[in-house]
């Protein structure tokens, strides 16, 4: 009854009965249950739900309130149970087959823990989950961590010695955007609208598809609590933890090495983003040796989880062993040939297959060969010169030259192209109206950091066809991680061409242009030519990659687990008071930190003392999540409870005006200054 955000809900009233009454009913109509039992807490907040269970002869258990394991393993015990189901009261749209479908996956498979809310198929407000007596004794014994406690399952779930499975929904439906349970009075509204169109007392139970058909038929149903953040309370309890201590980490080896790189090579590394002014300098490591899944060791051996991988191409994981083996056995075939290899066919029919806009394409190594390539195509079949662009494209000079890192482009150069700016249709207007009939080409990331609104997408297409220049989705982020079939796909948008890069081929350099046959045939002219264009391995791993992507949920679990990511993120610096200094923002699979200084202006100091606190326990954390495949549910706990740590830390920083003092090293740099 203590729910914080939506008090005494389990009795609220839904068509003339109390929420648990519904839910008790209808969990009833599971074949394969023996039993209902209530198990509530001691709390006399808790005495209107015992004596609605006595007044409707439902058994009722009575425990702790704050170690709801205990309670729930004590009323299990108390039944002589041999296999527990759990569902929670506030669940009113609970479906008995659904249930006996989870039992029934359990039974079968002889697993230890069965549930169907692992990755979310179904909506959030079906979660059903089955697990033996003896794994839910083992979790009550050893689970220490207060979420682990209070949300009873997650130990279950996360420990990693438990044979746990999953029972997905077999029909796709907008699991992420539907919300079936009840955490604020929106939910409640939301319920009792499905109620009022499907339920009565002679007509009985409604189920799963009945409540599908009639939010296909109504569709602002749904929209009722739509936005509404799921699993709130798990996070939340994080904060009441124990903080994570710091791990004592030698890292003499990375600072020798750095010694001699800093003589040898300019910024230590070949890409800004991994160069050493990115990390706080005397705890963070310099040099990495290996990676496995979504673990990275330094050179002096110690363990991190990877959020940058790689700044995002190892989409699956590091040494996946689908992609290893693919690219062993093209070593063994040799890599480098004179004439071209079928591999590019291969690869090439897989990107007409999925990405909308990709009738021809050329590949490329890195994406700034794509996006260049495609400029260059597009000032050729326009016969243009002006480009305008909008968003990150890479080291070549007609990008980088609008940048504050544009020494060495020549003034000529940088004159040709123009930015505009993100979800403002008016600044790329302006863009044509300075340049009339001289724009080749719009690039653009279809998505950075925030959702493209009022139509901004379609509305950039629109005036770019209309001037008569090419629209380029530049998709070497979004590509094979925002969804299959791009950016373009999810947001139903078809650029002129499109280029990937990063995500492709789990971190082995590949990279393409797509787009629009009478566009793509001029390359046949257009120089667009690389010795390692062709390069067997990278296209060897892009093939095992896109089959494991295909065949396996990866993009899914990409959302599911940045989205746990994101929204701890943000619920432990409401939690901690710091939401207006730091907040995690963009789409799911590929988030970014902020961190803001009192002027507004970015805190790179606020940056440094929270990515040391995280180093210092394990976190390799640069500002960004590249979340990959091999991310697991145990591995975001971990990090949000680290997150919780420095979070903490970060806040106390923030009270007594002393982040600078805190770092062990000089604060990290942006890659670009503000202009
Ligand atoms: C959106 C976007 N386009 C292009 C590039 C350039 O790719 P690369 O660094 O592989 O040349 C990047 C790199 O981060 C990027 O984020």
New binding site residues.
Partial sequence: MASTRLPGKVLADIAGRPMLWHVVNRVALATLLDKVVVATSVEPTDDAIAEFCHDYHIECFRGSETDVLDRFYQAAKQCGAHTVVRITADCPLIDPHIIDKVIDAYRVGKFDYVTNALHYTYPDGLDTEVCSMAALETAWKEARQAADREHVTSYLRNAGRFRISNVACERPLPADSWRWTVDEPKDLAFVRSVYEHLWSQQQGAFYLEDIVQLLEREADLAKTNRGIVRNQGYYATLSTEAPVEPQRRELSRSYALKAKATRLIPSCAQ?FSKSPSQYIQGVAPVFLSRGQGCYVWDVDGNKYIDYAMA??PVTLGHNYPAVSEAVSQQIADGNAFSLPHPLELEVAEALVMMIPCAEMVRFAK????A?SGAVRVARAFTGRDIIACC?????QDWYIGTTTRNQGVPKAVQELTTTFEYNNIDSLRRVFTRHPGAVAAVIM?PIGVVNPTNGFLEQVAELTRREGALLIF?E??TGFRLSLDGAQGYFGVKPDLA?F??GMANGYPL?AVVGRREIMELFDEVFFSFTFGGDTLALAAAKATMTEMCEKRVIAHLWEQGQRLQDGYNILAKAYRVSEWTECVGFAPRTVTVFHSPDGGDSLVLKSLFQQECVKRGILFSGGHNISFSHSSADIDYTLRVYRTAMEILADAIQHRNAAERLAGAPVQAVFRKP
Wanted: aromatic content about 10%.
């Fill in positions: 890409t700044l995002g890195n994406g700034s060969d996006t968003g990150y494209h890479g080291w990331e530049d070497v982020v280029c890069g990063k990279a």
